[in-house]
């Protein structure tokens, strides 16, 4: 059925101690309890508290239910987060705390256990609170993370108790800081001993090449090992290069500072699939032909650096996103699973600076070169309504999902993508499109729009062009075969808004799937004081 989604709130919960040291770097949002206090609750010995009851109540019938029911049962309960921290307010912590036999049961049941992540602050409270989680996740498959502010200080006993249980590490995140003297940590215990290890993601902030060297050997070990994510300081091709880079499906790449060649680096990756690259700027090697990647299918890469595409050739590519530094919100840390990361806070980069309008050539000439079907294309970067005009014929065939934020969008655009038996044109409308006139059809296989962006369409264009493709009568014109619109998504306060949501109600009534009207909440404006910054000098051993 049809549903009209509206922006929606989150139950008020206890503000967190955000003076807690285990909380100083969280990966998501912090939670309202202290590792400390949380170490000593978990452990197996420790009293079971029950939750305090207004009222004498008679055992609800959960409580009747066979333990491997009710685990089932917990499992749902677990944080989406790929990799929570432990806290009392939420499962599995939570259901230890409501009666001795859900305590039983959520410390028997081993899938709970599974993921965590921590800020290691101190050593005794945090080492024994991972000893624990990992005891009770017994043989299961683990995704692990861990932030990790050396300060020049050897911090071996936390890193040990991690690689005691390397066997079953399966996505791991380490957040490392600080390491510019010699060998601070080691990873022997962990080295040619991850055979089930496929995703790992590395922020390394201010460490020498030293201290380095460990990840490098350890990844070179995993011989499952497809999906990396790297996020430094310093653009350093001696160490990518010693990544086992031919065996990787997924690449995530993050440099600070310099250059790199990244030819030289995809040149070493014949089987990858999916790429993101923001930077560092491009130092391109000149190649006697394009390099030919046969399986890459997606591409997500930002503006300042799509001069690459000149020297490639793409022919499964179907997955674009191009986007712009300039945008906070996709700045963000690289990460292979879109989660946030510890020890990285909002800082303008070197290329913050207002830009010029994005030029697609190389893009829409990788297209032609690669001929490539591109399914989804989402774009960002500084440019006109006219630019991306001059994007879409080139894979107006194949085109199932537009997204659109920073382009202002108008009535041109809408009148184009409107069905041409519906389509009602003046001269003004009567533009050229990618060098000729366009009296056809614009991407006939949309199915999916976002503009999360300004649209400045007159009265009725954007619920028009929604209209003539819903309710298909003949699903064929001009031998072209249309697909009927099933998710817009648009910016709250739109002069059409109402006419959408009548026409989502009514496809409910049609023979096909209706259509979801998606309301993205307006973005309050505010202004950001110079120290909400991090400013973060080189790292100087490199």
């Known amino acids: 059925m049809s549903t009209v989604r509206k922006p929606t709130t989150r139950r008020a919960r206890t503000q967190p101690n955000l003076s807690s040291p285990s909380y100083s770097h969280s990966p998501s949002k912090a939670l309202d309890t202290d ?23 008679s055992p609800s019938h959960i409580c009747f239910l066979p333990p491997e029911i009710l685990a089932g049962i917990f499992a749902y309960c677990i944080p989406t987060e790929q990799f929570p921290i432990p806290s009392r307010t939420e499962a599995p912590l939570l259901l230890t705390h409501i009666s001795s036999f859900w305590r039983s049961v959520a410390i028997s049941t081993p899938d709970l256990w599974t993921s965590f992540h921590i800020n290691y602050k101190d050593p005794t409270e945090d080492i024994s609170l991972a000893n624990i989680w990992l005891s009770r996740s017994l043989n299961k498959s683990l995704s692990l993370s861990i932030a990790v502010d050396f300060g020049e200080q050897p911090q071996q006993a936390i890193v040990d108790a991690l690689c005691r249980h390397s066997k079953r590490w399966k996505h791991v995140r380490f957040d490392f800081r ?12 962990a080295q040619g001993n991850v055979p089930e290890l496929t995703t790992f993601e590395f922020h390394a902030r201010d460490i020498s090449n030293t201290n380095v060297s460990p990840i490098t050997r350890l990844l070179s070990s995993a011989p499952k090992v497809r999906e990396i994510s790297w996020v430094d300081d310093l653009a350093d091709m001696e160490t990518l290069l010693e990544l086992p880079l031919n065996r990787l499906s997924r690449l995530s790449l993050s440099m600070e500072h310099g250059t790199l060649d990244y030819l030289k680096v995809l040149n070493e990756c014949p089987n990858l699939e999916h790429i993101r690259i923001t930077k560092p700027l491009l130092q391109t090697t000149h190649l006697q032909s394009p390099l030919f990647l046969s399986k890459l299918m997606s591409l997500n890469i930002s503006s300042d650096l799509t001069g690459i595409l000149d020297h490639l050739i ?7 996103r191009i986007y712009s530094v300039d945008n906070d919100k996709h700045a963000q840390p690289h990460s292979i699973l879109h989660h946030a990361s510890p020890h990285v806070h909002p800082h303008p980069s070197p290329a913050s600076t207002p830009t010029e309008i994005w ?8 297209v032609d070169r690669s001929a490539c079907s591109i399914t989804s294309l989402s ?17 107006s065939a194949s085109l199932v999902k537009l ?14 993508l409107t069905r041409p038996s519906s389509r009602s044109r003046t001269k003004d409308d009567a533009v050229m499109v990618d060098g000729h006139a366009d009296d056809d059809c614009l991407c006939p296989k949309l199915a999916e729009i976002n503009l999360d962006t300004r649209v400045v369409s007159s009265p009725g264009v954007l619920s028009g062009m ?20 099933k998710k817009l998504r648009i910016v709250d306060g739109h002069r059409d808004l109402e006419s959408l949501k009548e026409l989502s109600r009514a496809s409910c009534t049609s023979a096909t799937s209706g259509l979801v009207v998606d309301i993205i909440p307006k ?6 004081s110079r120290n909400y910054f991090f400013r973060r000098k080189l790292c100087a051993s490199r």
């Not at 793409?314 to 674009?320: G, K, S, T």
């Not at 970067?381 to 894979?395: A, F, I, K, N, Y």
Request: with cysteine.
């Open 35 to 57: 590792l400390r206090e949380r170490g000593r609750r978990i452990s197996s010995d420790g009293p079971v508290m029950v939750l305090p009851s207004s009222q004498s109540h």
């Open 178 to 189: 600080h390491l510019l003297c010699p060998p601070m940590y080691s990873l022997d215990l």
């Open 314 to 320: 793409l022919p499964a590519l179907r997955e674009v």
């Open 359 to 366: 030029d697609p050539t190389a893009f829409l000439t990788l």
């Open 379 to 395: 774009v960002t970067p500084p440019m006109s309504e006219v630019t991306l005009l001059m994007c879409l014929p080139r894979m």
């Open 403 to 416: 997204s659109v934020e920073g382009v202002v969008i108008g009535d041109t655009l809408l009148r184009l």
């Open 466 to 485: 929604v209209r003539s493709r819903l309710n298909l009568r003949d699903d064929s014109m001009n031998n072209v075969s249309w697909t009927p619109m």
């Open 523 to 528: 973005k309050p404006s505010r202004t950001r």
